[in-house]
């Protein structure tokens, strides 16, 4: 840290909270440079093993209907259904969206069909069409 300059500061110029800085500058005094090392940060455990991520990938590979499910689309709710049922494990609808985007799924709606004019209608409203 620059001499002179307050925690506040050099938060400011970090885009930092001050509190931050102040926790580093105590670690570094206190273990010096293998005091500002970034270590594993406890969190909650996942709750999907890679077993259940990998089976998810392939379940999500088919329609919901094939897995049991009354919904046509994958979404977080009817993936959310399926854990529940499938392993017993409760997870929110936000928590469902994470497996799609890591294991690259991409969510696919139907487009609405739309009905086909006749064409010889069509063909007497077009500006060079020949009658």
Not at 42 to 54: C, D, F, I
């Amino acid at each position: 840290m620059a001499q002179g300059m307050s925690c506040p500061e050099v938060a400011g110029l970090l885009g930092d909270a001050p509190r931050s800085v102040e926790n580093w500058v105590r670690r570094f005094e206190k273990n010096g440079l293998a005091g500002l090392r970034e270590s594993e940060r406890s969190g909650r455990p996942q709750r999907l093993n890679t077993e259940h991520v990998a089976k998810i990938n392939v379940v999500l590979r088919q329609t919901p209907r094939d897995a049991g499910l009354s919904q046509n689309l994958w979404d977080g709710k009817a993936l959310s259904a399926w854990v529940e049922r499938e392993y017993g494990i409760s997870l929110g609808v936000r928590q469902c969206q994470r497996p799609f985007r890591r294991l690259e799924f991409r969510l696919r709606k139907p487009r609405p069909m739309i009905g086909k004019g006749d064409p010889a209608v069509q063909q007497q409203h077009k500006k060079n069409s020949k009658p």
